[in-house]
């Protein structure tokens, strides 16, 4: 897949599009560009499904990966803290076209440590080295974590201890669609992420708001209906999109989310069977004749 012309795009960065935005939105000549990968990158199935040459390491990963795409949500933050030094090596190491997205750690959304403040200031030192290349902090928030008062009050001064690095919520939680939310992200220009799930019940819903207009922050988690409660990942996360579906959607969401903010990145987490980088390269293509102003 490597060689494969799929991921190419308007810019010559690898999977980024520049797509035009209404003149009535930001006046004559403005761009919107758009740059789609893939939520981690490192996995050994990618190998055996041929997205990776045979034998690669993973110290090689994401060198290959850069041939591909211009950005990449580091998934391995959420499970272990980042820390400066392996951090300072990733960059060091990476293409020099290629940007991040890092996962706020579990221990501050899905476990709440009691020392959760000493925890951000940890994760704030650890992931410094990213900064000039850091597109956002994805605080991604569990299912459970409704909109009770207590949770708005804890998502507050989460918001506050990440102040000044720029920041994207993805929430889970449907109790979370409303208007005063989106006023206050707006209010503090926190992305909210824009999420393509199934239709489920309880589930966030599929929007097109924009409440940061330096970001708009998608995330394709595959719309796998029997798989998503499983509790078993591979099954969560086993999807593969359909280019019409990919069309679909952006018809659907594009045209509006784009028109709102000055970069945008797309990024897809249905990683088994290397599903995501292909899905990714797909929607690079789409975009590309989207861009042109060719008819999807």
């Known amino acids: 897949m490597l060689s494969s012309t799929a991921s190419a795009s308007s810019t010559g960065d690898p999977g980024r599009v520049e797509i035009a935005r209404p003149e009535t939105a930001c006046g004559p000549g403005k761009v919107c560009p758009v740059c789609v990968g893939t939520c981690g990158y490192s996995y050994t199935e990618w190998v055996d499904s041929g997205f990776y040459p045979e034998g690669t390491k993973s110290a090689a990963m994401l060198g290959l990966y850069g ?24 960059v060091e190491n990476a293409p020099p076209h290629l940007l991040f997205t890092a996962k706020l750690t579990r221990t501050m959304t899905h476990e709440r440590d009691p020392n959760w403040r000493e925890q951000l200031a940890l994760y704030r030192q650890g992931i410094e080295p990213l900064r000039k290349r850091l597109v956002a902090v994805l605080i991604q928030l569990p299912p459970d974590f409704d909109r009770s008062l207590a949770n708005r009050n804890y998502l507050a001064a989460l918001l506050d201890g990440l102040s000044e690095l720029p920041l994207a919520v993805e929430f889970r939680h449907h109790s979370w669609a409303v208007d005063s939310v989106f006023a206050e992200l707006s209010r503090r220009r926190v992305t909210l992420v824009t999420v393509d799930v199934p239709a489920l019940p309880g589930l966030f819903p599929a929007l097109d708001v924009v409440t940061n207009p330096d970001l708009f922050y998608g995330r394709f988690h595959g719309r796998n209906r029997e798989g998503w409660r499983s509790g078993n990942m591979q099954k969560k996360f086993n999807y593969d999109y359909s280019v019409e579906e990919l069309r679909a959607w952006c018809v659907g969401y594009l045209p509006t989310i784009a028109a709102r903010a000055d970069r945008g990145i797309l990024l897809f987490n249905n990683h088994v069977r290397a599903q995501a980088p292909r899905n990714a390269a797909k929607l690079a293509t789409i975009l590309a004749e989207f861009g042109s102003g060719e008819r999807i």
């Not at 041939?67 to 951090?87: D, G, I, K």
């Open 67 to 90: 041939r591909c795409f211009s950005v990449v949500e580091l998934n391995y933050t959420w499970y272990q803290m980042a820390r400066a030094e392996p951090l300072t090596r990733m």
